[in-house]
């Protein structure tokens, strides 16, 4: 499927033309690619629903960009992409389909996997969350006591926690306040005792989100969920069905469990758990949203799914953003990728596609099993970008290290305040321009001695400039628009990882800390003897059952 022989992508004729190309570069200067081409901050655009895309103020030319293009050909990336969506098992180590695009695919669609035709059930399911949303929103759903629900508690971790989690704060102006929605994750007991101390268990619903319902740390806290609830109504296991309801792929444990398969909402192996809050992991968001807003963010997804399907390779804006951070990883050193959104609702969007991106790219083996001699996913971080100007921005601006970043900002704010002549949206995005312009075109020694700076402050007060950013700016945050920027990432992460030829879709390196935390917990409860423990672990156990007084 990848036209690149295993392990030997430096050394296809693409990947040695960029080589070559970045030596002749040398250090390119924004301030003279602007000058030589003074349109380039319209010319390097992209639009893409409502989506206006600017990479102008990339360390790139036309060239680069058209090398770029060809390492993406000469590696298979369209046709590695074209399978993905016919739903061929493109996650090779397990032997999976990767469909997380028929989660929003029109009802008439269809797509197959194994010879059957899978968007039927995924509407069948979409149906059915949304009926149940609508019950719960409407008061119809009671609890045990005959209560309506107004608490609903999402008891999930990674994939079936940050997706919903993030977009429910990001479209927390489209939800119903008479609802309190919390999300638990953490196997810390702090998580699960803050988020229900203040709640009415008559009137809570937990929705216990697991692909698989073996995650150690969501059946933990599942059960203590049951624990709090049974006790606190002084009720028997019958409350539970009133009050627990499971979004997973199986049946067997969530019946095992006590959860009425009834009260089960279905997914499938072929969404990747980094890729299911569009499925029916998202049924928390939805009963917060409502099933129309729900649609539209499905119908904002879909529309970027036929874009990365569709557009032309220089049109292509997930395929674009892969492009340049490929340049910058692999041609440049870079190490990071800072996602700086200018919007207090994504406040959580970055630590999502933290998930999204190092859990799919961080692989040093190749499809094969070959090792890599290439840099593969960078490290993704960020948070809010005017808390972030105030943090970590001196770094990125006269630090020693190259981090591109993604400036993502809307021009209509949710809620506006105007406490004086100046509109608190217009002074947030005011930082959010100025800032890619800082970081792009710097302060020259001699702009910074024009303005009468003593000689000794000058260097001090230089700013280099040349950090590359990529600007996402649209007009409103709404449903869609959210939809929209996650298949944005989702198919930048898929191009990332198909040019470096790794399985994007698997994540074996999280299973050994979960195998040694299990061997590991007797020492801690027992004092048992772990065979083949390492003597600074061994010694840190006895330290610890020291501290507990065991
Ligand atoms: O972190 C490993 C992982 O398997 C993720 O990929 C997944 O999103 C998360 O655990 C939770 O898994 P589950 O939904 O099966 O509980």
Request: negative net charge.
């Given at each position: 499927?990848?036209?690149?022989?295993p392990?030997?992508?430096?050394?296809?004729?693409?990947?040695?033309?960029?080589?070559?190309?970045?030596?002749?570069?040398?250090?390119?200067?924004?301030?003279e690619?602007f000058?030589?081409?003074?349109?380039?901050?319209?010319?390097?655009?992209?639009?893409?629903?409502?989506?206006?895309?600017?990479?102008?103020?990339?360390?790139?030319?036309?060239?680069?960009?058209?090398?770029?293009?060809?390492?993406?050909?000469?590696?298979g990336?369209?046709?590695?992409?074209?399978?993905?969506?016919?739903?061929?098992?493109?996650?090779?180590?397990?032997?999976?389909?990767?469909?997380?695009?028929?989660?929003?695919?029109?009802r008439?669609?269809?797509?197959e996997?194994?010879?059957?035709?899978?968007?039927?059930?995924?509407?069948?399911?979409?149906?059915?969350?949304?009926?149940?949303?609508?019950?719960v929103?409407?008061?119809?759903?009671?609890?045990h006591?005959?209560?309506?629900?107004?608490?609903?508690?999402?008891?999930?971790?990674?994939?079936?926690?940050?997706?919903?989690?993030?977009?429910?704060?990001?479209?927390?102006?489209?939800?119903?306040r008479?609802?309190?929605?919390?999300?638990?994750s953490?196997?810390?007991?702090?998580?699960?005792?803050?988020?229900?101390?203040?709640?009415?268990?008559a009137?809570t619903l937990?929705?216990?989100?697991?692909?698989?319902?073996?995650?150690?740390?969501?059946?933990?806290?599942?059960?203590?969920?049951?624990?709090?609830?049974?006790?606190?109504?002084?009720?028997?296991?019958?409350?539970?069905?009133?009050?627990?309801?499971?979004?997973?792929?199986?049946?067997?444990?969530?019946?095992?469990?006590?959860?009425?398969?009834?009260?089960?909402?279905?997914?499938?192996?072929?969404?990747?758990?980094?890729?299911s809050y569009?499925?029916?992991?998202?049924l928390?968001?939805?009963?917060?949203?409502g099933?129309?807003?729900?649609?539209?963010?499905?119908?904002?997804?879909?529309?970027?799914?036929?874009?990365?399907?569709?557009?032309?390779?220089?049109?292509?804006?997930?395929?674009?953003?892969g492009?340049?951070?490929?340049?910058?990883?692999?041609?440049?050193?870079?190490?990071?990728?800072?996602?700086l959104?200018?919007?207090?609702?994504?406040?959580?969007?970055?630590?999502?596609?933290?998930?999204?991106?190092?859990e799919?790219?961080?692989?040093?083996?190749?499809?094969?099993?070959?090792?890599?001699?290439?840099?593969?996913?960078?490290?993704?971080?960020g948070t809010?970008?005017?808390?972030?100007?105030?943090?970590?921005?001196?770094?990125?601006?006269?630090?020693?290290?190259l981090?591109?970043?993604?400036?993502i900002?809307?021009?209509n704010?949710?809620?506006?305040?105007?406490?004086?002549?100046?509109?608190?949206?217009?002074?947030?995005?005011?930082?959010?321009?100025?800032?890619?312009?800082?970081?792009?075109?710097?302060?020259?020694?001699?702009?910074?001695?024009?303005?009468?700076?003593?000689?000794?402050?000058?260097?001090?007060?230089?700013?280099r400039?040349?950090?590359?950013?990529?600007?996402?700016?649209?007009?409103?945050?709404?449903?869609?628009v959210?939809g929209?920027?996650?298949?944005?990432?989702?198919?930048?992460?898929?191009?990332?990882?198909?040019?470096?030829?790794?399985?994007?879709?698997?994540?074996?390196?999280?299973?050994?800390?979960?195998?040694?935390?299990?061997?590991?917990?007797?020492a801690?409860?027992?004092?048992?003897?772990?065979?083949?423990?390492?003597?600074?672990?061994?010694?840190?156990?006895?330290?610890?059952?020291?501290y507990?007084?065991?």
């Amino acid at each position: 499927m990848n036209a690149t022989s295993p392990s030997r992508l430096d050394r296809t004729a693409a990947w040695q033309a960029l080589d070559k190309h970045r030596q002749e570069l040398g250090e390119v200067r924004l301030r003279e690619l602007f000058a030589a081409h003074p349109g380039r901050g319209d010319a390097y655009t992209l639009q893409v629903g409502d989506l206006h895309l600017d990479y102008s103020k990339h360390l790139v030319t036309d060239e680069t960009l058209r090398l770029l293009r060809e390492l993406a050909e000469a590696t298979g990336v369209f046709a590695l992409r074209d399978a993905m969506f016919r739903g061929e098992k493109i996650n090779t180590t397990e032997d999976r389909a990767v469909l997380h695009t028929a989660l929003r695919a029109p009802r008439d669609a269809v797509i197959e996997v194994d010879g059957a035709d899978v968007v039927p059930e995924v509407h069948a399911v979409l149906d059915r969350m949304s009926a149940f949303a609508d019950r719960v929103r409407g008061g119809e759903w009671t609890g045990h006591t005959g209560r309506p629900i107004r608490n609903v508690v999402n008891i999930g971790i990674g994939g079936s926690d940050l997706g919903p989690a993030m977009a429910y704060e990001v479209l927390r102006s489209f939800t119903d306040r008479a609802l309190t929605v919390r999300f638990v994750s953490n196997v810390d007991g702090a998580d699960l005792h803050e988020a229900v101390r203040d709640l009415d268990p008559a009137e809570t619903l937990f929705v216990i989100a697991s692909k698989t319902f073996t995650t150690i740390e969501t059946i933990t806290n599942a059960t203590s969920a049951r624990d709090w609830l049974l006790t606190e109504l002084r009720a028997g296991q019958e409350a539970v069905a009133k009050h627990f309801v499971a979004l997973s792929t199986n049946a067997e444990k969530v019946a095992a469990f006590g959860i009425d398969t009834d009260n089960m909402f279905e997914f499938w192996e072929w969404v990747g758990g980094r890729y299911s809050y569009d499925s029916a992991i998202g049924l928390a968001l939805m009963i917060a949203i409502g099933p129309e807003r729900f649609r539209e963010m499905l119908d904002g997804f879909h529309l970027v799914d036929e874009h990365f399907r569709t557009a032309p390779p220089e049109a292509n804006a997930p395929l674009l953003l892969g492009l340049l951070g490929i340049w910058y990883g692999n041609f440049h050193d870079a190490q990071s990728h800072a996602v700086l959104p200018y919007s207090h609702y994504l406040s959580r969007f970055t630590a999502y596609l933290q998930q999204l991106d190092m859990e799919s790219n961080g692989k040093s083996v190749d499809r094969a099993g070959e090792p890599v001699d290439w840099q593969t996913g960078p490290v993704v971080w960020g948070t809010p970008g005017t808390n972030g100007q105030h943090a970590y921005y001196q770094l990125i601006h006269q630090g020693t290290k190259l981090i591109p970043a993604d400036f993502i900002g809307f021009a209509n704010p949710v809620h506006d305040l105007q406490p004086g002549l100046i509109a608190q949206h217009d002074l947030l995005m005011a930082n959010f321009f100025a800032q890619t312009q800082a970081l792009a075109f710097g302060k020259t020694p001699e702009e910074v001695r024009a303005e009468g700076t003593p000689e000794e402050l000058v260097p001090h007060k230089t700013f280099r400039g040349n950090h590359p950013t990529t600007t996402i700016l649209a007009g409103k945050l709404t449903p869609s628009v959210l939809g929209q920027l996650v298949a944005l990432y989702e198919h930048k992460v898929f191009v990332q990882g198909a040019i470096w030829n790794i399985d994007s879709f698997d994540q074996w390196g999280v299973e050994l800390g979960k195998v040694l935390a299990k061997r590991i917990e007797p020492a801690l409860t027992e004092g048992a003897e772990v065979p083949g423990l390492d003597p600074s672990t061994r010694a840190l156990v006895a330290k610890y059952r020291q501290y507990r007084g065991r």
